[in-house]
């Protein structure tokens, strides 16, 4: 039989259709809960940086930070509310601060090694008793009576009055804000060895008098204030000095503010 070679071939064309809006996995999901758990983290950061102190945010900070102590394994003292002293020299380097016979600073002896460990025992002082590792001798009410600072001379603790809120009344009878301050440095002192000085100072008084009291009234509560320091048992031959100085340094311009009546005491350096 003869062939038509004239006639076209057949070709057939195989198609793969693929059908869209198929299971993806749901990855989508896994990626909004992402974002949605990063802007929740987002706004609680914020709104713990509107409602939180610099004191706050920097134990909070320490909190999360692997090498400071998450909390005092030890609380109270053997003095006003029994139990351990958070200064007894097995509890300390538990907690990650200080030295001890169980944790020893290096110091080889130079003038170099002797300051830089001062200022290491100073800056202990000044975290304990403010609480910048997250806890603090001091209730936080308290707290706005207490300004911190290092000298030439030494570590200065500042107790100031408030408005309403004074260290002493009728000239120089400590409140009980006083004596828990007071006992507060006692226990921070744990940590030095330093001699102390102890300075009052007071507001000018609003009206003239005759006799003006200032004088008598920075010398009796500097004085007060060493007998309270010497009553929970600070070592009476630790402090160097006590001196008045009335109304003559003033810590604000307004010479009348409770700002000035003031205690400063020294941790005077080696």
């Known amino acids: 039989m003869a062939t038509d070679r004239n006639v076209a071939p057949v070709i057939i064309k195989r198609k793969k259709v693929i059908v869209a809006g198929g299971h993806h996995g749901g990855a989508w999901k896994v990626a909004y809960a992402d974002f949605v ?3 929740m983290a987002f706004f609680m950061l914020m709104w713990l940086l509107n409602a939180t102190t610099e004191k706050q945010r920097k134990g909070i900070a320490d909190y999360f930070s692997p090498t400071a102590p998450i909390s005092r394994l030890s609380s109270g003292s053997d003095g006003m509310f029994m139990g351990d002293s958070v200064f007894a020299a097995d509890v300390l380097p538990r907690m990650g601060v200080g030295a001890s016979s169980l944790q020893n600073t290096t110091n080889d002896g130079s003038p170099k090694a002797e300051e830089n460990a001062q200022e290491i025992a100073f800056k202990e002082v000044q975290d304990v008793l403010l609480g910048i590792g997250g806890e603090s001798m001091l209730d936080d009410q308290w707290l706005r009576h207490v300004v911190t600072r290092v000298t030439d001379e030494g570590l200065v603790l500042e107790f100031f009055d408030t408005e309403g809120d004074p ?3 009728n000239g120089a009878n400590p409140t009980a804000l006083t004596r828990s301050i007071a006992y507060a440095v006692r226990e921070a002192s744990k940590l030095l060895s ?4 102890i300075e009052g100072h007071v507001a000018k008084a609003p009206i003239v008098q005759i006799e003006d009291p200032a004088w008598d009234w920075s010398a009796d509560r500097a004085f007060v204030f060493s007998e309270l320091l010497i009553g929970f048992e600070f070592e ?6 006590l001196t008045a100085y009335g109304d003559r340094e003033p810590i604000v311009e307004n010479l009348m503010s409770a700002r000035n009546n003031r205690i400063e005491l020294i941790f005077l350096r080696h």
């Open 167 to 169: 260290l002493f009344t």
């Open 194 to 197: 330093n001699e102390i000085a």
């Open 37 to 39: 758990t990063a802007m």
């Open 236 to 241: 009476e031959d630790r402090v160097r000095r």
